[in-house]
């Protein structure tokens, strides 16, 4: 279930995680956005920072695909300030924790990633409860419930991430 351990940066007291997926439409500003919700919810805003990219820049500057922003606000989350952009090298030393939501993701971030990156670089649903899922599907080809289905994992995965965040701050540093 939860086998990832992020640590808080000894740069600076924010925790800062970074979402990606191939685009940045649809599942990494969703996981981006529902990050931010429920860390708001937790009372973490002070202590963490999200953003989301793409592998690649197909839509850069982009927002959100409008499915994506429709299904997030049918649950009181907002994407629509979010603009689309592609993961950098220097993303690897401005986060503790980039999350790919796909195998495919995970192998071209650890393929970018500089030797003496900060960030830890991990599969998304390693959070997630049911250890047997490994993927976020993509919707961006399917109908409104795939969107659904991807709100239902991440809220999942996210809310295990959150509460992991939420023990490690409560401990000294």
């Not at 820049?57 to 689309?84: F, K, M």
């Not at 220097?90 to 393929?111: K, T």
């Not at 919707?139 to 992991?164: C, K, N, R, S, W």
């Amino acid at each position: 279930m939860l086998t990832a351990q992020p640590l808080r940066s000894k740069a600076d007291k924010m925790f800062k995680v970074l979402f990606v997926c191939t685009g940045n439409i649809c599942r990494s500003p969703t996981a981006e956005g529902v990050f931010r919700h429920l860390a708001n919810a937790a009372g973490l805003e002070a202590d963490v920072v999200a953003d989301s990219a793409g592998t690649h820049s197909y839509h850069v500057g982009e927002p959100p695909d409008s499915r994506t922003v429709q299904a997030a606000a049918n649950r009181g989350i907002d994407l629509s300030g979010q603009r689309a952009r592609r993961v950098r090298t220097e993303d690897f030393q401005a986060f503790d924790l980039i999350l790919a939501m796909d195998r495919g993701h995970f192998a071209h971030l650890q393929a970018l990633q500089p030797n003496g990156a900060r960030a830890e670089v991990r599969l998304f649903l390693d959070y997630h409860p049911s250890a047997e899922l490994k993927d976020v599907p993509d919707p961006y080809y399917g109908g409104a419930h795939g969107f659904e289905d991807v709100l239902d994992m991440v809220e999942q995965a996210t809310a295990a991430l959150i509460e992991q965040i939420k023990q490690r701050s409560r401990k000294p540093a």
